[in-house]
């Protein structure tokens, strides 16, 4: 099985190398945050993302690089590709709220181990909302038993006492296994836009980030080991 994801992922990453870029965004996030149970206490993280939408589908990836206060130091990454098949056809798949279906994949890379994810999604147009997506994948778990992941991110720009504002964030939740308990993942940010202010091109935001687990990593919540954790960072977000 593990083949034929890494052949599927292979096609992927020609795609760029034949598609036009319609249009991308590169970002940097510096975040500094408490509270980490399972790996923690306290953290610094410096997220890059780069996010790209093209004549095939689009694209995300990330780089988390985190340092503890007690020394700890890794790395954590994250690519995301999914084709569209309403681009893929030259025909539109809308109906209702539905916005596109596509076919989704990612892969997750750490030092400790390599998870391949694959499935299908939909974009779906809401009013208020700059993208709201739900992808439903299939795991592929380096080391443990494969499960299932329904992943949820949106982004909802406001403005308030003339302030320019966005709340934006993902929710991952896991299904259980026999070594793996369900877990979720709800992370956002609510940022405030310094751009405007200053007639700048390139985005600038400061906010918060609040990220709250349960049974972090899949790992069963108890009394001598607490993985449901909730914790807020503060952010700078500049995008280039």
Not at 194 to 217: C, T
Request: with cysteine; hydrophobic share 40%.
């Amino acid at each position: 099985m593990k083949k034929i994801i890494v052949l599927i992922l292979s096609g992927f990453s020609c795609l760029p190398l034949c598609a036009e870029v319609l249009w991308q965004d590169f970002s940097a996030t510096y975040l500094n945050g408490s509270n980490y149970r399972v790996d923690g206490p306290d953290k610094q993280v410096l997220t890059l993302e780069h996010v790209a939408g093209t004549s095939w589908g689009d694209s995300f990836f990330f780089l988390d690089h985190l340092r503890g206060d007690n020394g700890s130091r890794s790395n954590y990454a994250e690519w995301s590709p999914r084709l569209s098949l309403s681009k893929l056809s030259g025909k539109p798949l809308q109906y209702g709220l539905i916005k596109d279906v596509l076919l989704t994949s990612t892969v997750e890379m750490s030092s400790l181990r390599t998870d391949f994810l694959y499935g299908v999604a939909t974009d779906l147009s809401v009013p208020g909302f700059s993208y709201l997506k739900l992808n439903f994948y299939r795991r592929n778990n380096d080391g443990l038993a494969d499960n299932w992941q329904l992943t949820t991110t949106w982004a909802v720009p406001f403005t308030l006492g003339g302030q320019q504002f966005l709340y934006d964030g993902f929710l991952d939740w896991y299904s259980t296994t026999d070594d793996q308990r369900a877990s979720m993942n709800m992370t956002s940010q609510l940022k405030w836009a310094l751009h405007p202010l200053f007639n700048w091109k390139s985005k600038l935001y400061v906010g918060v980030e609040y990220v709250y687990w349960r049974n972090k990593y899949g790992i069963a919540d108890s009394p001598q080991f607490r993985t449901h954790e909730s914790n807020i960072n503060l952010l700078v977000k500049a995008h280039f």
